[in-house]
Structures are given as C-alpha cells and as structure tokens.
C-alpha cells in the first residue's frame, strides 16, 4: 500500500510549525555544510514546508516529498519500524551526503511529517572547522555563555549560587547591605525560583531566612 496523504489536525499543525524553529536552530549550529528540510505528509506534492540551504539539493520550499522519504513514512505507520534511519546519499550532481531522516509524530502518535539532515561531503574542511571555533568580530569578545551540567537540582544551586555570591561579593560597587538582595536578584533572573523548594534550600545555603527571599522577590516583581 502506498503513503497517501494524511489529514492533519491543528494540534498536529502547530507540532509541524514548531520544527521549524527548531530546523533554524540546527542550521545555525551546524553550519552551511548541512541542509536541514521539514517535511510535512499532509500535501506530499509540496511537502517541504521549511528548508535551509537547500543549494546542495536544488531544492526549496514547496519541493515534493522523495521516494525515500514516502517508504519511511509507510514503513513506520504499518509496522514497528524505526523510526529515524541514517544513511548515504547523493545530490542530483551525483555528490556524496550523510544524511538523516526522522519521524515527526502527532497527537495521535502517528508520523506526520520528517526532519531530515543531509550533510554535504564535499564540505571544505576548513568550514566546518571554522564553525567549530569562536568568531571574533572586531571589539568585540565571541558569544560564549556558562552552563552549569550537573547531575541533580541541589547542585545546580549551589552552583548557581555560588556564582551569584562570586559576582556579587567581586563588585566593590555594591553597598554590603545589599549583596543577599543583589544575589537573589541574579538568581531570579536565571529562574532558579521556579525550582521546588528552591526558597527554602537557597535562604538555608546563604543563612537567612525563607522570608527574606520573599521579601527580595516580591520587590523584584514590584519593579
């Protein structure tokens, strides 16, 4: 039986449409080396709803699903197949890929569309390397951030507070009557609140009252 067109809900449009941010942020991660497509199964005639650098493929938005892709599908639907397959390709120049496909589910669990990630071999090396590396624009330092990988949320804040404390306690600009209401205010901003009983843990670690955080919060949320 062939892949035929599916109905698709609102819940399963909405599910679609949230790939799309996510192909976006795959893109600018990986790099140009790498096609990223969403595909949806519920117009298969035009069936690329998002795609990006989609030179390597000729392909754009609106292009046809391939017949790979309505295998998958159908493999998927009427069997316990995998779901995500990776594999060798090749453009319609006849250049190698590495590509990816995997299945977008629905509200009902059936397949609804494919995230497939094709990687251009021919890639300069140097590209992808470049990539990989920090950029450094003129005046200024590359985007980097600190991210805290830990293994339970009492670790993260006592990571979280410690940094807090460091920045805080480092600033000679800031009055001592106010480090606890500057440190709170840091982690507020990072959303370690939104942490069961992250009040509590947080007041015990710095010595002060579950009351006093409130207090700092709520003044927070006032301004």
């Known amino acids: 039986m062939k892949q035929k067109p ?118 300069p090396l140097g590209s992808i390397l470049n990539n990989l590396t920090p950029t450094y624009e003129e005046g200024k330092p590359p985007k980097s951030f600190a991210e805290s990988f830990v293994e339970d949320v009492d670790e993260l804040l006592k990571l979280s507070l410690k940094e807090a404390s460091d920045k805080v306690y480092n600033d000679r600009n800031i009055a001592t009557s106010n480090k606890n209401k500057e440190i709170i205010t840091i982690l507020n901003e990072k959303g370690i609140f939104n942490f069961k009983d992250a009040v509590v843990k947080i007041a015990d670690m710095m010595g002060i009252s579950k009351n006093t955080v409130y207090m700092h919060i709520r003044n927070i949320g006032k301004k």
Do not use: W
């Not at 990986?30 to 392909?59: A, P």
């Not at 292009?63 to 998958?72: E, K």
């Not at 599908?73 to 090749?90: G, L, P, T």
């Open 6 to 123: 599916i109905a698709l809900s609102k819940s399963d449009l909405a599910i679609l449409e949230s790939y799309k941010v996510l192909a976006e942020g795959l893109a600018n991660y990986l790099g140009d080396g790498y096609e990223i497509v969403i595909h949806s199964l519920g117009n298969l005639e035009h069936s690329v709803i998002k795609i990006i650098n989609g030179y390597h493929t000729g392909r754009k938005e609106g292009s046809p699903i391939t017949d790979l892709g309505l295998t998958m599908a159908k493999n998927i639907n009427e069997s316990n197949h995998e779901k995500y397959m990776s594999y060798f390709n090749r453009t319609p120049k006849g250049e190698d890929l590495k590509s990816t496909s995997i299945a977008i589910m629905g509200e009902k669990g059936n397949v609804i569309g494919l995230l497939c990630i094709n990687l251009y071999m021919n890639t």
